[in-house]
């Protein structure tokens, strides 16, 4: 296993922080950028046992929840806790960036200007630049592209259309540009990755 890509429960992390906030009291850091950083045992332990029930819809049904709620405390609880807790806040730097990010998650396939991102955050754009990618570790553009990379090859895994279809869904006006970026970000074109999902898991019904 090379990575696991988990969205993180806004709504399950701002439950958590009040319910720590009652018990320890409030935190007296700053809120600061997230960054990126080493996975320690306990959230590898219970990353683990969230992968192992999966395999089973009764474990998933009756243990996914509460072992869903326990990593995120994990993650709350590390060092990067003051941080995920300032952007569930929507305080400091941290929180205007996660609303930046979550509008873009939504809208990565229309049009993206990063004058008006900046702007909504009141931000210069080379100020914008910084903190995002102090947040994402990419800058705003390459965050976007990776968005529309990722959803154009889960279209292309359910068979969702053909591959002119899938750049335009995804916000590609050039589909010859889509298949350059798709090859650089996954290592071959995006009519190879059709063909390899054709060969291996054939028609869907």
């Known amino acids: 296993m090379l990575a696991v890509y988990l969205e993180f429960d806004m709504r ?3 439950e958590i922080a009040l ?21 320690d045992r306990n959230i590898g332990d219970v990353l683990y046992r969230l992968l192992t029930v999966l395999g089973n819809p009764v ?3 009756v243990l996914g929840n509460s072992i869903l709620r326990e ?4 993650v709350m609880s ?16 941290s929180g205007k960036l996660v609303e930046s990010v979550a ?37 705003p553009m390459q965050y976007v592209k990776a968005m529309r990379l990722h959803e154009a090859r889960l279209m292309i895994a359910r068979q969702s259309g053909t591959i002119a279809y899938v750049a335009a869904s995804v916000g590609y006006v ?15 074109t995006a009519s190879e990755e059709a063909k390899w999902v054709h060969q291996h898991l054939g028609q869907q019904g």
Request: hydrophobic share 40%; aromatic share 8%.
């Open 174 to 188: 050039s589909p010859a540009q889509f298949s350059r970026d798709f090859r650089r970000h996954f290592g071959r």
């Open 103 to 139: 509008w873009l998650r939504e809208n990565y396939a229309n049009g993206i200007a990063v004058a008006d991102l900046a702007k909504e955050v009141g931000m210069s754009v080379p100020s914008y630049h910084v903190h995002f990618k102090n947040l994402t570790g990419s800058s």
């Open 71 to 74: 990593l995120h405390y994990r």
């Open 78 to 93: 590390g060092p990067q806790g003051d941080a995920v807790i300032a952007a569930i806040q929507r305080k400091g730097t």
């Open 59 to 61: 474990d998933v049904a």
């Open 19 to 39: 319910q720590v906030e009652e018990l320890a009291g409030p935190s007296g850091a700053k809120p600061r950028g997230l960054l990126s950083s080493k996975m």
């Open 12 to 14: 399950m992390a701002a």
